[in-house]
């Protein structure tokens, strides 16, 4: 019996000559927040892309919540209680904020709609009402009717959370949500991470070492394509190893 929602082992990815990925065994215990960290080229999003199911790899095998997921489409993934924000922003600028929701409400299996029926679904009360509660969950619900495109950085990386929230997730894989925004916004991305924590499990790739150490239960790094460390925030910051890969130049 294990109380792993996510398990990863011997995962490994070449493009031509490069080994991307090395054998990577790795774990996210349910309701934890766990941050993947490392330096550029270390492999991470390349790692988050198998977890979402974008690639899929060349050895090794992905357990979600107890089954077999390696070879599942990403939708398939998504529907099995895996939702993904980007490192860009990754919504529809050209609808209001509540409609991106609301599109997303309407892709889960129980929704009761399909995408081919956009227009009567605009008449189901219950998906829009859903779709207001996920925006407030995020600190949106001012901004329903603001088009996407003319909500600020910070919001509609926001607006993506409110997005992956919808789909009902069990794990949520947040890859740089910091990314482009500034310290006032980044700060309200971190209490919102907090947030979320208490609901949802949550795996955070992140430059932002503050933030890390601040949100993560436990944090694992990779080096090269290989996993060196993983352990509590300060394991890993009194870690050897992972100070001269990468730490000492953020401490």
């Not at 019996?1 to 996510?6: K, S, V």
């Not at 609301?102 to 081919?116: C, E, H, I, K, N």
């Not at 060196?228 to 990468?246: L, Q």
Request: charged share 25%.
């Amino acid at each position: 019996m294990t109380d792993n929602l996510l398990e990863v082992a011997g995962l490994t990815r070449r493009f031509a000559a490069v080994e991307a990925l090395k054998a990577v065994d790795f774990a996210v215990a349910a309701g934890e927040v766990h941050a993947l960290i490392g330096p550029n080229g270390a492999g991470k999003t390349t790692f988050i892309h198998h977890l979402s199911g974008a690639l899929l790899p060349d050895a090794g095998q992905i357990r979600f919540a107890g089954r077999d997921v390696t070879r599942l489409s990403m939708h398939e993934r998504v529907r099995a209680g895996m939702a993904r924000s980007y490192q860009i922003t990754n919504v529809f600028l050209g609808l209001a904020a509540l409609d991106n929701v609301a599109l997303a409400v309407q892709g889960r299996p129980d929704a009761g709609s399909s995408f081919r029926f956009w227009r009567p679904v605009r008449r189901e009360a219950r998906l829009f009402d859903e779709a207001r509660e996920f925006l407030a969950q995020v600190g949106l619900a001012a901004k329903a009717a603001t088009l996407a495109g003319n909500l600020s950085h910070g919001e509609q990386r926001a607006l993506e959370l409110a997005m992956a929230l919808a789909t009902q997730p069990q794990l949520l894989l947040l890859d740089e949500p910091m990314a482009g925004t500034g310290p006032e916004e980044s700060a309200r991305m971190v209490e919102l991470i907090e947030h979320l924590a208490r609901h949802v499990t949550i795996l955070l790739v992140e430059h932002d070492m503050d933030a890390v150490f601040r949100l993560a239960d436990r944090i694992s790094v990779l080096e090269g394509g290989e996993l060196i460390c993983t352990g509590t925030p300060d394991e890993v910051r009194n870690d050897a190893g992972v100070r001269r890969a990468y730490l000492g130049d953020h401490l």
